[in-house]
């Protein structure tokens, strides 16, 4: 048995409405059963999702306050104020100023960007900067991904003088700032048919208002923001992120070239992968570690050798970035293990003064995905008093909705319902980790805690195939709303399974039913290879694709979770040392079974693992063994022991040692001849000292000493004879008995029986016999006879 690492939830589609799809649009019922899963029901809705070439972009003025902003933009341009684009300092925050500066740039307005510091001016719009832009004459401000939860800058903004729009996608508060214009999807009256665009794209329909077209250049900027962000890709964002990778793979952009370059990215198989774990985290890194500028300076540039030089110095800071996350998640994990830990805390809270503000957000997420609790990293500055947090959160806990509920100690908050960004007294920090404990405490229960895991089909392998998968990749861009598609492998038989790697920590398996047959890889699942026997029936789930290799296709599954449902045998028989054995047995709910009590006694306790004598069938019978994994260290005395052991019992894994001093099975078992000859010189020599001359006997006949041993001790047993401080007599007119009465003998023909059985039977065999046992069957071949 093999558990799962998370909680496997398959989707349930509605069969009827994918056989529809699947029929009409003439796709496999698998790609039919995915669009069901991501709420896309009918047949215009999926040839639209399918085929992007039909789709459109919506109109830019259904946005409220759209007219009034580009009204207020172009006098600007037209009277040549000055505008200043006010961004963040994430991918988003600055594919979204980049975005906008071309626009107006292109529009000949005197533009200039500003991009707050995050450590020494924080998130958002603040007084300082606004004082500052108006000192150095700027006439109108325009927000991008941010501003929405700014009431007091905004206010400043009035007071002196400027004019201020405002383009966010963040959750908006009870209050509205007090601005020129909102342009943003998720206000109350917005009729905006796209509610989840990301900050980018929200700057994206500005420009376009701006210049009465779709800015079809500007796609692959505000492709970086839309995935980067994690905003659901549906509707207008689904737009935006496959029009801009494929603008991205023809693009002439000196910055984005020498982006590539650097993260390795080939640009025939770029897809949103290369911009969520390549081109994202080099942008990021700029404004987690110093100024944001850099990054927007870098995607504006025309200059190769500038952008080079740029790019050089970001790929820099992003190695960095991921030396300090490391060294923060480690102090994080032994301050939780510590000091917060999660039998106590439903929710984790964890601060330290030093700590980079820059990445505490990516620690958080480590945090989350090791612990799976709703985690706030802070970073304390004891000189101003403050905490600055990044907080993840879990399926079923809302972080915007909790947080809210701490407003009077949270004086600057944002975010979503899975992340939020904050800042608040180091004094409150006690108080804010209580309370979003009571509130967790109150709505999550203990399998909340166990991670999930959404499947979207479960399939043969036979379905598995090349056709299916390529067509499975009309679906992408993949990313929030619409994840790469995850099939479950029910019930499948292993072909292969070994570590690769120059370290084996990868994993590569093959799976075959019939006909059909499936690669598999596993990275840093290797030690699965240790937790799975040859015979074994998996369940897996994972993403298909296809391997091209040497201009051959196939199909393949990377592999995510693996699980066993039936008990399983390991056979680690001839290994003689038990405690190389135990380093691969798993600590919890295991038990050592010894048999013989002088083996018992040459094994070291283990504080970890239960080690139980059974000498008797009372105690075998009564011996709790489901749901353990057990090791059966030594052989039992006979069959019955261990049969009623493991009669009705559930074990997960069963692992075979059978240790032994001394082997029956190749020691000769004497034939009739043999205790013919033997009776026959104890009549011919009379009495005589047997230990003395079983040497000499053994060795005239060809035997061991331990043979002459046993034949002498099965007369004594049957009265032929009678021995004596060694010497050996024969006992005149004893009653006739046959040597297979002796206990001895019988003993000899058990112990003979259970090693072949055991000890020398080969791995199928040996399982069959356990499953034997266990179901409380006969054993189905019979067994050799000796005799």
Not at 91 to 118: K, Q
């Amino acid at each position: 048995m093999l558990q799962s690492k998370t909680r496997w939830n398959i989707e349930q589609s509605d069969l009827l409405t994918a056989e529809q799809l699947t029929k009409a649009l003439h796709i496999t019922p698998l790609v039919a059963q995915l669009l069901v899963n991501r709420g896309i029901n009918t047949v215009d809705a999926a040839r639209s999702f399918l085929f992007l070439e039909n789709l459109e972009f919506h109109d830019p003025y259904l946005f409220k306050d759209m007219d009034k902003a580009v009204q207020r933009i172009q006098r600007a341009i037209a009277e040549g104020e000055n505008i200043l684009i006010f961004g963040d300092y994430d991918a988003d925050g600055v594919s979204s100023t980049t975005v906008l500066m071309e626009t107006l740039t292109s529009l000949n307005a005197n533009v200039d960007f500003y991009i707050p510091n995050r450590f020494s001016e924080g998130y958002g719009p603040n007084e300082g900067a606004f004082r500052l832009a108006k000192d150095n004459g700027t006439d109108l401000i325009i927000s991008v991904d941010t501003g929405i939860s700014a009431l007091a800058e905004a206010k400043l903004a009035g007071e002196l003088g400027m004019d201020y729009i405002i383009t966010d996608h963040h959750e908006p508060g009870p209050e509205l700032p007090e601005a020129y214009a909102i342009i943003h999807p998720k206000l109350e009256d917005s009729v905006y048919p796209c509610k989840d665009l990301a900050g980018v794209g929200v700057a994206f329909k500005l420009a376009q208002a701006l210049l009465g077209e779709v800015p079809t250049s500007l796609l692959e900027i505000a492709a970086i923001g839309t995935i980067a962000d994690l905003v659901p890709l549906k509707d207008e964002n689904r737009l935006i992120a496959a029009k801009g990778i494929q603008q991205m793979k023809q693009t002439r952009r000196p910055g984005l070239l020498a982006l590539f370059q650097k993260a390795g990215i080939e640009i025939n198989t770029l897809n949103e992968d290369s911009i969520g774990f390549g081109i994202a985290p080099r942008i990021n890194a700029a404004g987690r570690l110093g100024d944001a500028d850099p990054a927007v300076d870098l995607l504006l540039t025309k200059d190769a050798t500038f952008a080079s030089a740029i790019a050089e110095e970001i790929d820099s800071l992003n190695k960095e970035r991921q030396t300090i996350v490391s060294e923060i998640a480690k102090d994080a994990i032994r301050q939780v293990e510590e000091r917060y830990p999660t039998d106590e805390n439903n929710v984790l809270i964890v601060g330290a003064e030093g700590w980079n503000a820059g990445v505490i957000g990516i620690v958080a997420s480590k945090l989350v995905e090791k612990y799976y609790r709703p985690t706030i990293v802070l970073s304390y500055d004891r000189e101003k008093g403050l905490a600055k947090g990044s907080a993840r959160s879990i399926a079923g806990f809302d972080l915007y909705h909790n947080l809210s509920k701490c407003r009077d100690i949270l004086p600057h908050f944002g975010g979503h319902p899975m992340a939020a960004g904050m800042t608040l007294k180091i004094e409150d920090v006690d108080d804010l980790r209580q309370r979003l404990n009571t509130f967790a405490n109150e709505v999550l229960n203990v399998e909340d805690f166990i991670p999930i895991t959404k499947i979207d089909a479960a399939i043969t392998l036979e379905d598995a195939n090349i056709e299916t998968i390529a067509e499975m990749g009309k679906l992408a861009p993949f990313g929030m709303a619409n994840p790469k598609p995850r099939i479950l492998l029910p019930d499948v038989k292993l072909a292969s399974l070994k570590r690769i790697g120059a370290e084996g920590n990868h994993l590569k398996a093959m799976f075959k039913d019939g006909q059909a047959s499936l690669d598999a890889v596993g990275f840093g699942m290797g030690d699965y290879c240790d937790e799975i026997t040859r015979n074994a029936t998996l369940s897996v789930i994972g993403e298909l694709s296809i391997n091209e290799w040497n201009n051959i296709r196939k199909p393949q599954i990377f592999l995510q979770d693996v699980a066993v449902e039936h008990w399983q045998l390991f056979d680690v028989r001839g290994n003689k040392n038990i405690t190389q054995i135990l380093n691969g047995v798993p600590n919890a709910d295991t038990k050592l079974v010894v048999f013989n009590n002088h083996i018992l006694q040459q094994i070291s306790p283990d504080e970890q693992r239960d080690i139980v004598l059974i000498e008797s069938v009372e105690q075998a019978v009564s011996e709790e063994l489901t749901n353990y994994n057990v090791v059966l260290v030594d052989m039992p005395k006979d069959e019955e022991i261990l049969n009623n052991l493991l009669v009705g019992k559930q074990p997960k894994r069963i692992y075979t040692h059978f240790f032994q001093s001394q082997q029956h099975f190749f020691s000769t078992l004497p034939t009739r001849d043999h205790f013919k000859w033997m009776y026959a010189l104890i009549i011919k020599k009379g009495s005589f000292d047997v230990k003395r001359y079983s040497a000499d006997i053994a060795k005239h006949k060809g035997w061991s000493i331990d043979t002459v041993d046993f034949i002498c001790q099965v007369f004594l047993e049957l009265g032929f004879v009678t021995i004596d401080n060694g010497f050996i007599s024969i006992v005149k007119q004893a009653k006739k008995r046959d040597v297979s009465e002796a206990p001895s003998y019988i003993k000899k023909q058990q112990q003979i029986k259970l090693e072949n059985e055991l000890l020398y039977s080969s791995y199928d065999q040996l399982y069959k016999t356990m499953q034997c046992y266990l179901e409380g069957k006969e054993l189905k071949e019979e067994t050799k006879s000796w005799i």
